[in-house]
């Protein structure tokens, strides 16, 4: 897989990355680490659930680990999400903002998935 | 010494794989790294590694324990202290990061985090801290040597009691192993014992003292090399209750723990769990648990070492036999301890025994104490106390007062030589407050008094001083002086009281002094009676104290008094009127007041007069005293009087109306006595008598 290519295609300069990220076959063994990560699975069962404490966790860390790797796109949605999620309180939130954003996530790293793998 | 190649080691706790990795690839080629996903696992691994982890690289949001939980444990346990520790966080809240840096965290850094930052982040926190580490083990170090010392002196001491019980040295020291040994057990296992590090120690070290009672008892008993005799047995367990008396009797350090410690081991480490031990019979828990311990590790060591008595058993042997209850009865909870460091306790024992290098040192040293060759002190500090000693003779020797220095801890005082001529005592006088000592010089009031100043003083306000009287070394009493400091120690809470210093002078010819010109001031100079301003002060008191007893003011003067200055000269004036004066002192009687108010006039206040017959009839003799011829010149008196309360209650009234009686007397002749009436009209008392 061409890292660079992969980032250019999700919107990210490459530049940036490799300053933050040094060496490339690191950068390629974080990606599969990345993957392997269960947090978004996590964030799926626990909104089906209407775990929202549980789903704001997945989120938030999901948020952490694409902005460690510079995946934008995902860090941004999974941001939004976090955000609405934070207030915690099944009363205060729509359920069905909450689907639009987690559809925003999913898509996002859906289309990631497919490029690394 | 550590080695500065030694890489030191971070814990990365982090839930997701992924951020651990990122932050163990950006610093695994300068520290190990530990990784832990969760808030549970990092404080497992803290638990077992907290002396070798430098740093934390904590993540916030995980399951199970947040990384505030985290922090919360840390502080409960005091981790926070010595290990830094820095969040890397995608939080950027400033509730959270507030939040982070109350819990005491170092550093925080957020997501996505630039490695460059990171590294150089955690290099200055890591150096930060081992500094701060290294001062401590610094502090360590010092602590371990101090011990160590100490832990030396007593094993010298003891081993020189050992030698003449016939064992070795090593017995005190396998006992103190063994006692140490015992200890750490039980502090692991019965928390209810209160077992820390210092009882650890101090009992330890105490340990080493519990047979000193052991030099009272003969030498054939002690080295007997067969079983004792029931009086034998008798006499020698007698050294329990002796080591303990000797160690009460201590001057000083009575109050130390280690001498309490040693107290109840010595008196106690033969009694028995169940009440059959000596001296005392105690029974379960009421031993001391220092003397049960003891107690336990002296039977083992008897059992498993040769003595002149017996030869030695195995440690299996031994530890069977006391758990047989062959040997005496012990705590089972003691019992325990011993089953589970029965295992290991002979090597232990071994192993914790200074090597023989260091043994043959011991018994060396305390040979040469033995045989009294004493270590010197120094030449130069010899030589310096010599001379401090010089000087204070010699400054004490010129002085007339008597220095001293009281010590509290011993209850004794001592003077400089000049104390011997003052007051004949000794310069070193013992038992000061305990018997009172000084009562042949010092009275007890003013001791008491003199007791209660020295203990109002303060570290603020220190000195204190004090007039008293003394009984001197031939017999008299005298004025002295005593002027003093005290001393204060300061340990950390309070400052203690420990000692006084200061100087005796004697102050009774100033006093004595100091008197009599007090008393010139109130005297008139030339007729020695009281002046006209003590006259006030004097009559004024009597008045105002004295509210019953009726009283008498008269005044009266020389009649034509310049005329006899001027016919025989102002010295014959002085003279007739030292004459008169001399008269009236002694026409009146003791408690009667005389004085000269004016250059010519003259009172005389009698208190206490019983009725006023009476007064007519003093003023006649008065008159009569008082009218006599001097060197052959003849003169006359006038006379004036008021009574008390009747014409007056005060000074000023009674002076005003006696005055106004003698102005009477002047204007009806002269010579004559008048007594004042407060109608206005006065009673001529009677005319003056014609000098014989």
Known sequence: MDIQKFYETIGVDY??????????????????????????????????????????????????????????????????????????????????????????????????????? | MKSTVQKKTILIVDDAELNRCLLSDILQDDYNIVEACNGKEAIEILKHNDASISLILLDLIMPEMTGFDVLALMQKNHWHETIPVVIISSENSAEYIEKSY??????????????????????????????????????????????????????????????????????????????EILMEALRKRYQEYSMDESHIALISNAAALHDIGKNEIPEEILNKPGKLTYEEFEIMKTHSACGAEMLENLRFGNDEELVKYARQICRWHHERWDGNGYPDHLKGDDIPIAAQIVSLADVYDALVSERVYKPPYTHEQAIQMILNGECGMFNPKLI??????????????????????????????????????????????????????????????????????????????????????????????????????????????DFQKLTEL?????????????????????????????????????????????????????????????????????????????????????????????????????????????????NNGHLFGDQILKHVARLAENNIRKMDIAARVGGNEFMVYLHEVVSEEFMLMYCRMLSIALKQCYQGTEYTISIGAAAYPKDGTSYSELFTHAGQALYESKHSGKNCCTIYRNDGTMQAAFEGAVPE
């Not at chain 2, 460091?341 to 104490?369: M, T, W, Y």
């Open chain 1, 15 to 117: 530049n940036l990355v490799l300053r933050r990220l040094l060496r490339e076959h690191l950068i390629d063994k974080y990606l599969h680490l990345f993957l392997k990560d269960n947090n978004f699975d996590r964030l799926g069962k626990a909104l089906e659930a209407r775990d929202y404490e549980e789903a704001f966790k997945a989120a938030h860390t999901l948020k952490g680990l694409s902005l460690n790797l510079e995946l934008t796109p995902l860090a941004e949605a999974a941001a939004e999400l976090s955000a609405y999620l934070r207030p915690l309180t099944a009363e205060t939130l729509d359920p069905d903002e909450v689907e639009k954003k987690y559809e925003k996530v999913k898509t996002e790293y859906e289309t990631i998935k497919n490029l690394i793998s």
């Open chain 2, 102 to 179: 109350e819990y005491g965290v170092v550093d925080y850094i957020s997501r996505p985090f630039d490695p460059s930052i990171v590294t150089q982040r955690v290099k200055n926190t890591i150096i930060l801290y081992s500094k701060q580490k290294e001062l401590e083990s610094l502090i360590k170090e010092q602590v371990i040597e101090k011990e160590r010392n100490n832990a030396l002196m007593i094993n010298i001491l003891s081993t020189i009691v050992e030698f003449r019980n016939g064992e070795s040295g090593l017995h005190v020291i396998r006992i103190r192993i063994i006692t």
């Open chain 2, 336 to 445: 325990a301890c011993l089953k589970e460091v029965s295992g290991h306790l002979e090597q232990a024992v071994k192993l914790r025994s200074k090597d023989p290098g260091h043994l043959f040192d011991v018994n060396q040293l305390s040979r040469e104490i033995v045989q009294k060759k004493g270590v010197k002190l120094s030449d130069r500090t010899l030589f310096l106390l010599e001379q401090e000693r010089t000087k204070y003779q010699f400054l004490t020797s010129i002085t007339d007062e008597v220095l001293f220095e009281y010590d509290f801890s011993t209850d004794t005082i001592t003077f400089s030589d000049r104390c011997r001529d003052e007051f004949n005592i000794p310069t070193i006088v013992t038992e000061l407050f305990s018997h009172n000592n000084l009562r042949g010089i010092i009275d007890k009031e």
């Open chain 2, 454 to 566: 020295v203990y109002s003083a303060s570290p603020a306000s220190p000195t204190f001083q004090t007039q008293l009287i003394m009984t001197t070394s031939d017999g008299s009493k005298e004025w002295y002086e005593i002027v003093g400091r005290t001393l204060w120690s300061n340990d950390d809470q309070n400052e203690q009281l420990y000692s006084c210093v200061g100087r005796i002078a004697n102050i009774h010819r100033q006093t004595i002094e100091g008197r009599r010109l007090e008393e010139l001031a109130q005297k008139d100079s030339l007729t020695n009676l009281f002046n006209r301003d003590a006259a006030q002060k004097v009559v004024g008191h009597i008045l105002e104290t004295r509210n019953q007893a009726p009283g008498l003011m008269i005044l009266f003067d020389l009649d034509n008094f310049r005329e006899l200055n001027e």
